[in-house]
């Protein structure tokens, strides 16, 4: 054999053994235990830690919010989609509560092309004017329902205990004067709520306490539906107070529970159209100051001037009630 | 020499052959050695009982499960909470351009023939969130006259013949026991071959590890019994995520009870991801 040629093959057979043995040498040792790959990556990639910790870690803790939330129509949005990864909470400090309702909201409620009909979705301009969501909304349980009282009384009983009413509030339901409320026309599962709410002594008045304190569950189902039956008043025209123009602009953020000339959609809810513009103006201030406690309107006229007030008063004042019933 | 040769002869071919012996026996247990990374590859395949125990960890057996995933398209809302949900989980990079799973939005306008197509990563949409780091659709299409829209979410198809797969040099990516297409981190070497490969675009290249990365079905949270982050952040169920072999798992259920399609068919790759819902367009 040419002593080249030996040469080169030796070469050739030292460079196998090298290879031979670093192949093996290199090569992880679980990598042909299952394929052309690193077994032992597999058990690494599974041991990462979960980041998400899905809504029955934040039950631990959070057990009232839990069960409010997994009775509402947002149970399938889970706490994370909203607070963000509860990874190291509690121990690395608060998750955040979403400021921007607006915002996060509409991410999924904002109607638009392309998202299938089944889902609830608003057009944000003219459902709430750019305020926030969680302002009449509770994220933990977004639908608003307010209970419908069921109203059973006779109107006809109703009227003879309302001889005691119409001192301020009118022999006919519509009030005299600019501070007391025309109650004719009034829807009667709220008259029923409020008076309810005055015997009980969640809602207080100098002169209203004491009147209703004095009435029977059955009284106050008489008198709401004596008062529903009576003909609404006939809307005063123009008001003294406020710009009747500027409060319909504002009065577009009461439209979803007031109706847009404020006559409610549900009759839980009352009928502001036609009412006496004084009392509409204290009673948003009352709401407004907390003394008469409702958490949606408290968080509606937080946010109202004087003058808006003023506004929306002269506004739902000019509106007729007639249009319905 | 002949004569006296006989003997010492005889004594140095016995020598020799001790030698020889010895030498072998040094060689065969330094390959032996050397090859013990290789050998117990081609030995473990024989006897099963040691390592069937359970793999990979301990509470989970790959052997026992075949994951797949649906995606039900109509009824997909694009509020693209799954995008974020994967972020946040995968520690993918916050931008709007590097995704493991996504939402693509197709519009048919009146009058026009091709489908209008945008994802989470159109200028448009990054306009309307406000930031790269956050995702929104835009409202882009209100005052158009649109005959048809939909949304459809996207992912790694965890195909059965994965051609990413096929292209890795390094054996950096490869397809586990119960169906899920993994990268092993440590291996890749950043050629970016499977992110050309991959028929769906389902691969993207994180530059700051270097290294190629894609959807997991969240593989260290359903062996733990977790559902992806995806379908756990999903508020319309628009994802199905399950173990087919399980008759009545939700993803068994999905597939029997819908008529389902996957994307590309004509790849070949086999996918994994099962849609109801969607166009001709969509692939």
Same mark, same amino acid.
């Given at each position: 054999?040419?002593?080249?040629?030996?040469?080169?093959?030796?070469?050739?057979?030292?460079?196998?053994? $090298?290879?031979?043995?670093?192949?093996?040498?290199?090569?992880?040792?679980?990598?042909?235990?299952?394929?052309?790959?690193?077994?032992?990556?597999?058990?690494?990639?599974?041991?990462?830690?979960?980041?998400?910790?899905?809504?029955?870690?934040?039950?631990?803790?959070?057990?009232?919010?839990?069960?409010?939330?997994?009775?509402? %129509?947002?149970?399938?949005?889970?706490?994370?989609?909203?607070?963000?990864?509860?990874?190291?909470?509690?121990?690395?400090?608060?998750?955040?509560?979403?400021?921007?309702?607006?915002?996060?909201?509409?991410?999924?409620?904002?109607?638009?092309?392309?998202?299938?009909?089944?889902?609830?979705?608003?057009?944000?301009?003219?459902?709430?004017?750019?305020?926030?969501?969680?302002?009449?909304?509770?994220?933990?349980?977004?639908?608003?329902?307010?209970?419908?009282?069921?109203?059973?009384?006779?109107?006809?009983?109703?009227?003879?205990?309302?001889?005691?009413?119409?001192?301020?509030?009118?022999?006919?339901?519509?009030?005299?004067?600019?501070?007391?409320?025309?109650?004719?026309?009034?829807?009667?599962?709220?008259?029923?709520?409020?008076?309810?709410?005055?015997?009980?002594?969640?809602?207080?008045?100098?002169?209203?306490?004491?009147?209703?304190?004095?009435?029977?569950?059955?009284?106050?189902?008489?008198?709401?539906?004596?008062?529903?039956?009576?003909?609404?008043?006939?809307?005063?025209?123009?008001?003294?107070?406020?710009?009747? $123009?500027?409060?319909?602009?504002?009065?577009?953020?009461?439209?979803?529970?007031?109706?847009?000339?404020?006559?409610?959609? %549900?009759?839980?809810?009352?009928?502001?159209?036609?009412?006496?513009?004084?009392?509409?103006? %204290?009673?948003?201030?009352?709401?407004?100051?907390?003394?008469?406690?409702?958490?949606?309107?408290?968080? $509606?006229?937080?946010?109202?001037?004087?003058?808006?007030?003023?506004?929306?008063?002269?506004?739902?004042?000019?509106?007729?009630?007639?249009?319905?019933? | 020499?002949?004569?006296?040769? +006989?003997?010492?002869?005889?004594?140095?071919?016995?020598?020799?052959?001790?030698?020889?012996?010895?030498?072998?026996?040094?060689?065969?247990?330094?390959?032996?050695?050397?090859?013990?990374?290789?050998?117990?590859?081609?030995?473990?395949?024989?006897?099963?009982?040691?390592?069937?125990?359970?793999?990979?960890?301990?509470?989970?057996?790959?052997?026992?499960?075949?994951?797949?995933?649906?995606?039900?398209?109509?009824?997909?809302?694009?509020?693209?909470?799954?995008?974020?949900?994967?972020?946040?989980?995968?520690?993918?990079?916050?931008?709007?351009?590097?995704?493991? +799973?996504?939402?693509?939005?197709?519009?048919?306008?009146?009058?026009?023939?091709?489908?209008?197509?945008?994802?989470?990563?159109?200028?448009?949409?990054?306009?309307?969130?406000?930031?790269?780091?956050?995702?929104?659709?835009?409202?882009?299409?209100?005052?158009?006259?649109?005959?048809?829209?939909?949304?459809?979410?996207?992912?790694?198809?965890?195909?059965?013949?994965?051609?990413?797969?096929?292209?890795?040099?390094?054996?950096?990516?490869?397809?586990?026991?119960?169906?899920?297409?993994?990268?092993?981190?440590?291996?890749?070497?950043?050629?970016?071959?499977?992110?050309?490969?991959?028929?769906?675009?389902?691969?993207?290249?994180?530059?700051?590890?270097?290294?190629?990365?894609?959807?997991?079905?969240?593989?260290?949270?359903?062996?733990?019994?977790?559902?992806?982050?995806?379908?756990?952040?999903?508020?319309?169920?628009?994802?199905?995520?399950?173990?087919?072999?399980?008759?009545?798992?939700?993803?068994?259920?999905?597939?029997?009870?819908?008529?389902?399609?996957?994307?590309?068919?004509?790849?070949?790759?086999?996918?994994?991801?099962?849609?109801?819902?969607?166009?001709?367009?969509?692939?």
């Amino acid at each position: 054999m040419p002593k080249h040629i030996f040469r080169l093959l030796s070469l050739i057979a030292g460079f196998l053994v $090298v290879a031979m043995i670093a192949i093996p040498l290199l090569t992880d040792k679980s990598f042909y235990r299952f394929g052309h790959y690193r077994a032992d990556s597999v058990p690494e990639i599974a041991a990462q830690e979960p980041v998400l910790q899905t809504a029955n870690y934040c039950k631990g803790c959070h057990a009232a919010r839990h069960a409010q939330w997994s009775a509402s %129509n947002h149970k399938s949005v889970t706490c994370e989609v909203c607070h963000g990864a509860a990874k190291g909470h509690p121990q690395n400090g608060k998750l955040p509560i979403p400021k921007d309702t607006a915002k996060l909201c509409t991410l999924c409620h904002e109607a638009m092309t392309g998202r299938p009909k089944t889902q609830p979705q608003v057009q944000v301009a003219q459902h709430s004017g750019g305020q926030q969501c969680a302002v009449c909304h509770n994220p933990h349980s977004p639908k608003i329902a307010a209970a419908t009282t069921k109203v059973t009384g006779n109107a006809a009983a109703g009227k003879q205990r309302a001889a005691a009413c119409s001192a301020c509030h009118g022999a006919d339901g519509i009030s005299p004067n600019d501070t007391w409320p025309n109650l004719a026309g009034q829807n009667a599962a709220y008259l029923v709520r409020i008076l309810a709410a005055y015997k009980s002594g969640d809602q207080k008045d100098v002169a209203m306490t004491p009147l209703a304190q004095a009435l029977g569950n059955a009284d106050i189902q008489n008198l709401a539906a004596h008062y529903a039956s009576l003909d609404c008043p006939t809307a005063p025209g123009k008001s003294a107070i406020g710009n009747a $123009v500027a409060g319909k602009a504002l009065a577009k953020n009461c439209a979803a529970c007031h109706g847009e000339t404020g006559i409610a959609g %549900n009759p839980a809810w009352p009928t502001l159209a036609a009412q006496k513009p004084g009392y509409l103006v %204290n009673v948003l201030k009352a709401f407004k100051a907390g003394l008469r406690k409702d958490p949606m309107m408290a968080g $509606v006229s937080r946010g109202l001037s004087d003058a808006d007030i003023a506004n929306l008063a002269a506004f739902y004042a000019e509106q007729s009630c007639k249009t319905t019933k | 020499m002949s004569k006296q040769d +006989t003997k010492p002869s005889l004594e140095a071919r016995r020598e020799f052959l001790s030698k020889l012996g010895r030498a072998a026996t040094c060689t065969g247990a330094a390959v032996g050695a050397a090859a013990l990374g290789v050998m117990p590859a081609v030995s473990a395949k024989s006897p099963p009982s040691a390592e069937a125990d359970s793999f990979p960890t301990k509470d989970y057996d790959w052997t026992k499960h075949q994951w797949a995933f649906g995606v039900d398209a109509t009824k997909c809302i694009g509020c693209l909470r799954c995008v974020e949900a994967c972020k946040h989980e995968n520690d993918v990079p916050r931008n709007a351009h590097q995704f493991r +799973t996504w939402v693509e939005r197709y519009v048919h306008i009146e009058g026009e023939d091709a489908v209008r197509i945008d994802s989470q990563q159109d200028p448009v949409n990054i306009e309307a969130s406000g930031s790269e780091k956050e995702f929104r659709f835009a409202n882009r299409y209100k005052d158009a006259k649109v005959e048809k829209a939909f949304f459809v979410p996207k992912l790694c198809n965890h195909c059965t013949h994965p051609a990413c797969v096929q292209v890795c040099p390094t054996g950096a990516t490869y397809r586990t026991k119960d169906g899920v297409v993994l990268i092993d981190h440590d291996y890749c070497i950043g050629c970016r071959y499977c992110v050309q490969a991959c028929p769906y675009g389902a691969r993207y290249f994180n530059e700051e590890k270097g290294v190629s990365d894609k959807c997991t079905w969240c593989y260290h949270r359903i062996t733990k019994g977790l559902q992806p982050a995806c379908v756990e952040v999903c508020p319309v169920d628009a994802r199905v995520f399950g173990d087919t072999k399980d008759k009545e798992s939700p993803i068994s259920l999905f597939i029997r009870n819908n008529r389902v399609q996957v994307l590309r068919p004509e790849s070949g790759n086999a996918p994994n991801v099962f849609y109801v819902g969607i166009d001709k367009e969509v692939n």
